[in-house]
């Protein structure tokens, strides 16, 4: 099993819809867990941290984490085509300051 | 600006070579990572430090080499006796926040070794 696992994709969602993308890990002892967004050719950008069980809302976006279950996800409201990239969800494990990264989800949002 | 630079953006070398990447960061940040991104892949940590002159080997270490002589800096040497180096190196620092370590990147660096 690996330590963090998400569909790769690609998920394909209309403009101004809900995309919902989804995260699980192995590590029951994970305490911080991060999104990045990668547009292709560049970097990852941090765009949500959760820490705790629950909702954390940011404009568009919403990061939802049930520890319970190992599962961590992210909501983006009123999908723009400029949403379009590939989501890494990343998780702590083994040590606070090290992180493990899922092979990523690739979005397209569809005008 | 803050920020972490990586140079060059693209770098070509013939198998055989050592070559060396530079990350640079004037965040004041005290920990630096370096991954490594194949393609259609997530990102695979090859070294971390968390102070000056210390540093730990990631996943998948073997063929590199790292120094930390000074906080701002993290170099990344890629050696002839790694097998596959062709990659998007990237590298990444982090701080302490109120609740735990967010890490941010540099803007990459494409070697390719022919």
């Known amino acids: 099993q690996k330590e963090v696992e998400q569909n790769s994709g690609p998920l394909s969602v209309p403009e101004g819809a809900i995309a919902s993308l989804n995260c699980t890990y192995s590590?029951?002892?994970?305490?911080?867990f991060f999104w990045y967004r990668q547009y292709s050719g560049k970097s990852p950008e941090l765009i949500m941290s959760?820490?705790?069980?629950g909702d954390k809302e940011d404009g568009r976006f919403t990061a939802q984490l049930n520890k319970a279950s190992q599962y961590v996800s992210l909501l983006i409201r009123d999908s723009q085509p400029s949403d379009s990239a590939t989501y890494l969800c990343?998780?702590?494990?083994?040590?606070?300051?090290?992180?493990?990264f899922g092979q990523g989800t690739r979005l397209t949002i569809n005008p | 600006d803050g920020g972490i630079t990586q140079s060059p953006k693209y770098l070509f070398r013939k198998e055989g070579q050592n070559v060396t990447l530079s990350c640079e960061q004037n965040?004041?940040?005290?920990?630096m990572y370096w991954y490594r991104q194949d393609p259609g892949q997530g990102l695979r940590l090859i070294y971390y430090?968390?102070?000056?002159?210390?540093?730990q080997k990631g996943d998948i270490a073997e063929g590199y080499s790292v120094s930390r002589e000074k906080k701002e800096s993290f170099p990344l040497t890629v050696t002839s006796a790694q097998k596959n180096p062709t990659a998007f190196y990237l590298c990444?620092?982090?701080?302490?926040?109120?609740?735990?370590?967010?890490?941010?990147f540099g803007p990459g660096t494409r070697l390719t070794v022919t």
């Open positions: 990444a620092s982090s701080i302490p926040g109120r609740e735990g370590y967010e890490q941010y």
């Open positions: 590590d029951r002892g994970s305490q911080s």
């Open positions: 959760i820490y705790s069980n």
């Open positions: 990343a998780v702590t494990i083994g040590g606070a300051q090290k992180l493990v």
């Open positions: 965040l004041n940040h005290d920990a």
């Open positions: 430090s968390q102070i000056v002159n210390d540093f």
